[in-house]
């Protein structure tokens, strides 16, 4: 199986502040990597696919870049509303793995 | 709009049975794969299983492998998981999402979950 390990897994940050979550792949995926934001007690909602394409209705302060193993997540400017947990996965190759999950925490 | 409903959680006993329903709306169902993804309490995301857009082509996650069944029903626009021998690993909410494309893992629509606890 692909592992996907994320980091850091908790960051505390504040209103305004530029936040990158880092997502290493075990080997390469090419561009095969998406992004997911989830808020307690819901379900995730896509942000990113395919490395570095903004899922409709997403803000485009989100922007994530990368191949083969290492991807980034960038929130450019963070509002309140992005305190959440953000989670990359693979979609390379089944199983469909996810990494462990990064909690953005406010400052 | 699309909507994913999930269906069908509850307390069983290790061992037992349950099978969950994914009613969906708002899409061309006969044109999208389908997944199963689950989270244990406080936990991360595990993908589960997926079903092609046709039921022609089906896949599980390991931990599961031999014990649940992904099925569809294109005259109700419904996915199920039929879950057997279950154990109490398996507790968890349990998400049903389409695939962006056809057969890509790329899930751009959730279902709000449903509650699995395996519990004696």
């Known amino acids: 199986d692909i592992q996907m390990t994320q980091s850091p897994s908790s960051l505390s940050a504040s209103v305004g502040d530029r936040v990158t979550i880092t997502c290493r792949a075990s080997?390469?995926?090419?561009?095969?990597l998406n992004w997911y934001q989830q808020k307690p007690g819901k379900a995730p909602n896509l942000l990113i696919y395919?490395?570095?394409t903004l899922q409709s209705g997403v803000p485009s302060r989100f922007s994530g870049s990368g191949s083969g193993t290492d991807f980034t997540l960038t929130i450019s400017s963070l509002q309140p509303e992005d305190f959440a947990t953000y989670y990359c996965?693979?979609?390379?190759?089944?199983?469909?793995?996810f990494g462990q999950g990064t909690k953005l925490e406010i400052k | 709009q699309v909507q994913l409903v999930e269906s069908g959680g509850g307390v069983v006993q290790p061992a037992r049975s349950l099978r969950l329903s994914c009613a969906a709306s708002g899409f061309t169902f006969s044109s999208s794969g389908m997944h199963w993804v689950r989270q244990a309490p406080g936990k991360g995301l595990e993908w589960v299983a997926f079903i092609s857009y046709d039921d022609s082509f089906k896949d599980y996650a390991d931990s599961v492998k031999g014990r649940f069944t992904i099925s569809r029903d294109s005259s109700t626009n419904t996915v199920y998981l039929q879950m057997n021998s279950l154990r109490a690993e398996d507790t968890g909410v349990y998400y049903c999402?389409?695939?962006?494309?056809?057969?890509?893992?790329?899930?751009?629509?959730w279902g709000q979950g449903t509650l699995v606890t395996v519990s004696s």
């Open positions: 999402a389409k695939t962006k494309y056809s057969a890509a893992a790329i899930f751009d629509y």
């Open positions: 395919a490395a570095s």
């Open positions: 080997q390469s995926i090419s561009r095969f």
């Open positions: 996965q693979q979609s390379y190759r089944t199983p469909h793995t």
